[in-house]
T-cell receptor, first 120, second 113 residues
Framework: GAGVSQSPSNKVTEKGKDVELRCDPI?????LYWYRQRLGQGLEFLIY????????KSGLPSDRFSAERTGESVSTLTIQRTQQEDSAVYLC??????????????????FGQGTRLTVV | GEDVEQSLFLSVREGDSSVINCTYT??????LYWYKQEPGAGLQLLTY?????DMKQDQRLTVLLNKKDKHLSLRIADTQTGDSAIYFC?????????????FGSGTRLQVQP
């Protein structure tokens, strides 16, 4: 597709259940990010994938959260034993790093429309 | 850690200019960005500025960067009702190896007809 695609768009789950969120980045984009946006708040970084490098997991809030990425394509974010405070919109973004002065830079990140997760 | 702060709300009349302000703490930020989020939609990149610039203009949008004060602003000229949205300031710093963007909490712009 032309943009970043996320599924499902909405998910309601019972507390304690596991959920899996999917992100299809733009084809050719080697960098992929997951963010969380709680109601009325800014974006909270969760995890970053770049090509075959080890992912930056520094934003994952607990060991109930994990994410995988298959090569440079689809990513899944898994939340185990969901809690009510996990309710949020989970946003995925992808980008193409550009090189400048020896650094690989990520400039424009394209965002998906997000998955709204509600834990009841 | 890195922090980005914005005011929460701004209301303007249609046709006026809007100025949305942002402050950040990382003095070695590489890029600074403005994203727009409309209701029920994902974030859309409006514009970005490299840290060695102090101004960037793109049609109705003007970005001003004051590196000394770590202050970024977005000016929207001739604001329209379609500009009503939440505007997020974000920064990144690739020199330290931090790859992800750090976002502010967003400024809700309300345009009165």
């Amino acid at each position: 597709g032309a943009g970043v695609s996320q599924s499902p768009s909405n998910k309601v789950t019972e507390k304690g259940k596991d959920v899996e969120l999917r992100c299809d980045p733009i084809s050719g984009h080697t960098a992929l990010y997951w963010y969380r946006q709680r109601l009325g708040q800014g974006l909270e970084f969760l995890i970053y994938f770049q090509g075959n490098s080890a992912p930056d997991k520094s934003g994952l809030p607990s060991d109930r959260f994990s994410a995988e990425r298959t090569g440079e394509s689809v990513s899944t974010l898994t939340i185990q034993r969901t809690q009510q405070e996990d309710s949020a919109v989970y946003l995925c973004a992808s980008s193409v790093p550009k090189a400048s002065r020896g650094h690989r830079l990520n400039t424009e990140a394209f965002f998906g429309q997000g998955t709204r997760l509600t834990v009841v | 850690g890195e922090d980005v702060e914005q005011s929460l709300f701004l209301s303007v009349r249609e046709g006026d200019s809007s100025v949305i302000n942002c402050t950040y703490t990382d003095s070695s930020s590489t890029y600074l960005y403005w994203y727009k989020q409309e209701p029920g939609a994902g974030l859309q990149l409006l514009t970005y500025i490299f840290s060695n610039m102090d101004m960037k203009q793109d049609q109705r949008l003007t970005v001003l960067l004051n590196k000394k004060d770590k202050h970024l602003s977005l000016r929207i000229a001739d604001t329209q009702t379609g500009d009503s949205a939440i505007y997020f300031c974000a920064e990144s710093n690739f020199q330290t190896g931090r790859r992800a963007l750090t976002f502010g909490s967003g400024t809700r712009l309300q345009v009165q007809p």
